[in-house]
């Protein structure tokens, strides 16, 4: 699992930018925040839409494979314009990132309205699929948000790609957290589902509105014009010739892998194993147990993916090897869910849900904010979007494997 580690020294002798009062690690937190929000908001209110279209089945299983699967698409595409387009433009990258927000805007005003639209009628199957496209469209502006963001981060210092992520796992806190409040206040009836679920949207626009004003001010900072003038320097004495992308994935095949088995394994358990509420407990309602268990796994992810603020390990051959032996999820899961009674208990499955948030959230910090930075400095935002392209394809198959607990 070597990892080419020439060409970082110009790199390495610079003096780092000072990112004064962390404004633009805050911007990046923020992007990685609001990047993920509207899937946790469609998500969380699936319990919303299963009392919207009642003949669906699995709706979160559906939403999964639409999203992922239209985010690895545009992640496709990002790759090859990536490998046609080595230049680093920030307004490039400020194009792109205003065109995804205002997507998941759009998407996110356009689910409340078709509830609005047919409040005095039963949503239709009509209504079910301009749903499903909705996820869809939010899904590729997924696609779009994520690989710029991180092909972006690729280039700069470790910290920012860290922030990030750590502003991924915010998200879903976020979110569950609004999920206990509103559940715990508000009527158990289709009107309290439909002013939670609506809350959520709200919430989300917000965020994403902001979102937009940060991203057209991300290159105004002083901290972010010095990094991106150290780059054109760095990219005028390197060759001008394009890094070639399937030359720079297997330099970093190995921990490509390892982040693909990261989210093959979690989303094949999360949210599906747990949302499905095949859990035994005895001392928690049955409704409230899969929100706390999703609560759980949010606040554990959320820490795996701060802890590389505190500690991130010098090589990544470590880092894979842990992403390959969460595949020892399977069979404690599965036990959870055939084996003796005291294993369906409350405690030995909080305590699985927690280890598979921290381990997915350290790992992926640890990988994604590492690898960029072992090629070369030409090739880092390549590098970056290939681990972007593996994260995505992971997400795919792990929405897909997801229906094995059900058959």
């Given at each position: 699992m070597e990892i080419?580690?020439?060409?970082?020294?110009s790199r390495d002798h610079q003096t780092e930018p000072r990112d004064t009062y962390k404004i633009a690690y805050t911007f990046h937190f923020l992007f990685g925040a609001g990047n993920l929000l509207p899937w946790n908001a469609l998500i969380t209110a699936v319990d919303y839409?299963?009392?919207?279209?009642?003949?669906?089945?699995?709706?979160?299983?559906?939403?999964?494979?639409?999203y992922m699967t239209s985010s690895l698409l545009v992640l496709s595409i990002l790759m090859n314009w990536t490998h046609n387009n080595n230049k680093k433009k920030p307004g490039s990258f400020r194009l792109r990132m205003n065109l995804g927000f205002s997507m998941l805007i759009l998407t996110m005003i356009l689910i409340p309205l078709l509830d609005w639209t047919s409040h005095c009628s039963r949503p239709n199957i009509a209504a079910y699929y301009v749903t499903i496209a909705s996820v869809v469209v939010c899904g590729l502006a997924d696609g779009l948000i994520g690989g710029s963001l991180i092909g972006s981060a690729g280039n700069l210092p470790k910290q920012?790609?860290?922030?990030?992520?750590?502003?991924?796992?915010?998200?879903?806190?976020?979110?569950?957290?609004?999920?206990?409040?509103?559940?715990?206040?508000?009527?158990?009836?289709?009107?309290?589902?439909?002013?939670?679920?609506?809350?959520?949207?709200?919430i989300t626009t917000v965020i994403l509105l902001i979102c937009i004003v940060c991203c057209n001010l991300l290159y105004k900072l002083p901290v972010m014009q010095e990094h991106y003038k150290l780059l054109s320097d760095n990219d005028s004495l390197l060759s001008n010739s394009r890094p070639k992308f399937w030359e720079v994935a297997r330099k970093i095949r190995w921990p490509a892998f390892g982040v693909m088995f990261i989210y093959a394994v979690t989303l094949s358990i999360f949210p599906g194993f747990i949302s499905d509420n095949n859990l035994k407990s005895t001392s928690v309602k049955k409704d409230w147990y899969p929100v706390l268990l999703i609560t759980v796994y949010n606040f554990s992810d959320l820490v795996g993916?701060?802890?590389?603020?505190?500690?991130?390990?010098?090589?990544?051959?470590?880092?894979?090897?842990?992403c390959i032996m969460r595949v020892l999820f399977y069979p404690m899961f599965?036990?959870?869910?055939?084996?003796?009674?005291?294993?369906?208990?409350?405690?030995?499955?909080?305590?699985?849900?927690?280890a598979l948030g921290v381990s997915n959230g350290y790992l992926t910090s640890v990988i994604m904010m590492i690898v960029p930075k072992s090629v070369p400095t030409s090739e880092a935002e390549v590098g970056a979007v290939v681990m972007a392209v593996s994260l995505g394809i992971g997400l795919v198959a792990g929405s897909v494997l997801g229906w094995f607990w059900v058959i």
């Open positions: 080419a580690k020439e060409g970082n020294t839409f299963n009392q919207l279209y009642p003949s669906s089945n699995h709706i979160e299983r559906v939403f999964s494979v639409c920012y790609m860290q922030a990030i992520f750590a502003g991924t796992a915010s998200s879903g806190i976020l979110v569950s957290m609004l999920r206990i409040i509103t559940k715990a206040s508000l009527p158990q009836t289709p009107k309290g589902l439909q002013t939670s679920a609506h809350l959520y949207f709200i993916k701060c802890l590389p603020a505190v500690y991130v390990p010098k090589g990544v051959g470590k880092a894979t090897w842990g599965t036990v959870c869910l055939h084996g003796p009674k005291w294993m369906k208990t409350e405690v030995p499955i909080a305590i699985l849900t927690m």
